[in-house]
């Protein structure tokens, strides 16, 4: 599924310049996405515009977030160390940051590595037609090594 997010978000750059489900289904089983997993994406991004449709965006006081025992699992040390360094930068507000958790949650696989919630965080901004600036661009900007070819 992680590959099919990472076609989307390369190849538009903005929520409302992505086609309709049908035409986006089609366009990635001709790339050579397995159905199944297409599936999973167009599921998975309907939770992504919810979640953005219905959070507003804003800075907030800080605070700190005490995951539970269940989010420790799913994410793991380094993947809560990442959203602490993104919201300490700055460019990570609470609201967001609920919505990355929200997705991850979402996923349904396991446990998160790293260079998946890199890409939730990606989805995220991409939903809410933001740009990360550069610096955290780069930190976000998952290497080809860790990608499928299609």
């Not at 992504?48 to 269940?70: C, F, H, K, N, W």
């Not at 609920?98 to 396991?110: F, H, Q």
């Not at 037609?129 to 550069?134: L, R, S, T, W």
């Amino acid at each position: 599924m992680f590959d099919v997010l990472v076609y989307v978000y390369e190849n538009y750059w903005r929520p409302d310049a992505c086609p309709d489900h049908g035409q986006l289904s089609r366009k990635l089983s001709a790339v050579g996405f397995e159905s199944e997993e297409i599936e999973d994406a167009l599921t998975w991004l309907d939770g992504l515009t919810q979640g953005a449709q219905a959070a507003p965006i804003e800075q907030s006081a800080r605070g700190m977030r005490v995951y539970t025992d269940a989010e420790r699992e799913l994410l793991g040390e380094d993947s809560i160390g990442f959203l602490g360094f993104l919201e300490s930068a700055g460019v990570l507000p609470a609201s967001m940051r609920e919505i990355v958790l929200d997705r991850a949650k979402a996923v349904g696989e396991g446990s998160i590595d790293l260079e998946d919630l890199k890409v939730i965080v990606l989805m995220v901004f991409w939903s809410l037609g933001e740009e990360p600036d550069a610096l955290i661009l780069d930190e976000l900007s998952v290497g080809a090594e860790h990608r499928q070819m299609h």
